[in-house]
Nanobody, 117 residues
Framework: QVQLEESGGGLVQPGGSLRLSCAAS????????MGWYRQAPGDQRELVAT?????????NYADSVKGRFTISRNSAKNTVYLQMNNLRSDDTAVYYCKLVTGGASYWGQGTQVTVSS
């Protein structure tokens, strides 16, 4: 059974930094894509950053986070990270990890990120 374990959310002041982690386990297939999405109250879930493992770790970012957020990977641990710098109040949301493997998509349960003074 595929499981995603997220960590690293919390409360931070504007301009601060956080690092989210997502560790995948239980897949019988190679991992294809891992990434982060977020959902603020009243909004739809939106892409933040993704990494495609089969194309030289190609990354994709939402325009709103380019230059501030960085997605990276530890392949030995099947873990992806999201380093978030210069956080703003509009980054406040529940952040979800997503994994695509074996032709199926899996979601983590989410971690809250709150940016507030």
């Amino acid at each position: 059974q595929v499981q995603l374990e997220e960590s690293g959310g919390g409360l931070v002041q504007p301009g601060g930094s956080l690092r989210l982690s997502c560790a995948a386990s239980g897949s019988r297939f190679p991992l294809y894509v891992m990434g982060w999405y977020r959902q603020a109250p009243g909004d739809q879930r939106e892409l933040v950053a993704t990494m495609i493992f089969t194309i030289g770790e190609r990354t994709n970012y939402a325009d709103s986070v380019k230059g501030r957020f960085t997605i990276s990977r530890n392949s030995a641990k099947n873990t992806v990270y999201l380093q978030m710098n210069n956080l703003r109040s509009d980054d406040t949301a529940v952040y979800y990890c997503k994994l695509v493997t074996g032709g199926a998509s899996y979601w983590g349960q989410g971690t809250q990120v709150t940016v507030s003074s």
